[in-house]
Nanobody, 126 residues
Framework: QVQLVESGGGLVQAGGSLRLSCAASGRISSNHVMGWFRQAPGKEREFVACIKWSGGRTYYADYVKGRFTISRDNAKNTMYLQMNSLKPEDTAVFYC???????????????????WGQGTQVTVSS
């Protein structure tokens, strides 16, 4: 079982940047896909980005493409989400998650993720 802990959230003005981290304890294998999701008040949780642990293949939701960058440090068992050009509509609780997906490079549905962090709040002021 993988335990995940997010950090790096906070309050930032529109146009600013934040970097989220997701530290994993327990083994992240080459078969894992790691993802970021977010949930805004009154809205359903939505996919943001994911990365295949082996090989680093990435995939982004259209609404963050070109602004957010997902990456990982295998040696540190840590995943990151660099968020630039933040908008007020990016305000949400951000969650990292792990999916065991040996046959997939991309996993966008939250039901396939079996380990979740506690979330970190990102607030973007206008």
């Amino acid at each position: 079982q993988v335990q995940l802990v997010e950090s790096g959230g906070g309050l930032v003005q529109a146009g600013g940047s934040l970097r989220l981290s997701c530290a994993a304890s327990g083994r992240i294998s080459s078969n894992h896909v790691m993802g970021w999701f977010r949930q805004a008040p009154g809205k359903e949780r939505e996919f943001v980005a994911c990365i295949k642990w082996s090989g680093g293949r990435t995939y982004y939701a259209d609404y963050v493409k070109g602004r957010f960058t997902i990456s990982r440090d295998n040696a540190k068992n840590t995943m990151y989400l660099q968020m630039n050009s933040l908008k007020p509509e990016d305000t949400a609780v951000f969650y990292c998650a792990a999916a065991f997906a040996p046959l997939a490079l991309v996993v966008t549905t939250d039901a396939q993720y079996t380990s979740w962090g506690q979330g970190t709040q990102v607030t973007v002021s206008s």
